[in-house]
């Protein structure tokens, strides 16, 4: 399978704490992306991290890329109510002109 | 400037039917997606297109045809519906083959 697989599965935090979750993969790929979906939206592109690259930010978010262990993790730093929703990583491999997509993490951030 | 809009939002059908889920990007991208969403499977790709008048099969294409006639244009069909296409289907868009996407908010597809 070409999927990412996220971990945890669901991760429940405090507002201000510090959330991480992790996104496993098998291929060899181009570029990974992260994403979040409100509850019954869309999903908005959240960052994209080329296999070139270690680490990317972007405002509270920062993500890193480990090709030799094919992980990702991100990390939402100061938690916010807001920021409760699904996240999702992406994987972008060396064939084919899709984007993979994992089941997600669920991330409720108690206010 | 409204990204990607998809139609209809909702719609139930009954097995059998057919139907149209229509897909408009004001951006100017080339590159189109539908994938389907389904509880603890994450989203699978169905059909996609890299430009005008081209199509490709994803991982889920079984059932589903697609159409590419025009560069803002993605359409979805689904010939004889089955209550396994009971899904939220979601359209994407991107400039090209490594960049991000943008997503519809998508349709709420229930067969009965």
């Known amino acids: 399978s070409q999927q990412g697989e996220e971990d945890p599965q669901a991760l429940s935090i405090q507002e201000g704490e510090n959330a991480t979750m992790n996104c496993s993969y098998k291929?060899?790929?181009?570029?990974l992306q992260w994403y979040r979906q409100n509850s019954g939206r869309g999903l908005v592109h959240l960052i994209l991290?080329?296999?070139?690259?270690r680490e990317k930010h972007s405002g509270r978010l920062r993500v890193t890329l480990d090709t030799s262990k094919k992980s990702s993790s991100l990390l939402i730093t100061a938690s916010r109510a807001a920021d409760t929703a699904s996240y999702f990583c992406?994987?972008?491999?060396?064939?084919?002109?899709?984007?993979?997509f994992g089941t997600g993490t669920s991330l409720t951030v108690i206010p | 400037n409204a990204g990607v809009t998809q139609t209809p939002k909702f719609r139930v059908l009954k097995t059998g039917q057919s139907m149209t889920l229509l897909c408009a990007q004001d951006?100017?991208?080339?590159?189109m997606y539908w994938y389907r969403q389904d509880p603890g499977m994450g989203l699978r790709l169905i059909h996609y297109?890299?430009?005008?008048?081209?199509?490709a099969k994803g991982e889920v294409p079984d059932g589903y045809n697609v159409s590419r006639l025009k560069k803002q244009n993605f359409l979805l069909g689904l010939e004889s519906a089955a209550p396994s296409q009971t899904s939220v289907y979601f359209c994407?868009?991107?400039?090209?083959?490594?960049?991000?996407?943008?997503f519809g908010s998508g349709t709420r597809l229930t067969v009965v």
């Open positions: 994407a868009s991107s400039y090209a083959r490594d960049y991000g996407y943008t």
């Open positions: 291929t060899s790929i181009n570029n």
């Open positions: 991290i080329r296999s070139n690259e």
């Open positions: 992406a994987i972008g491999s060396n064939t084919g002109n899709q984007f993979y």
């Open positions: 951006m100017n991208h080339e590159y």
């Open positions: 297109s890299v430009g005008e008048g081209t199509t």
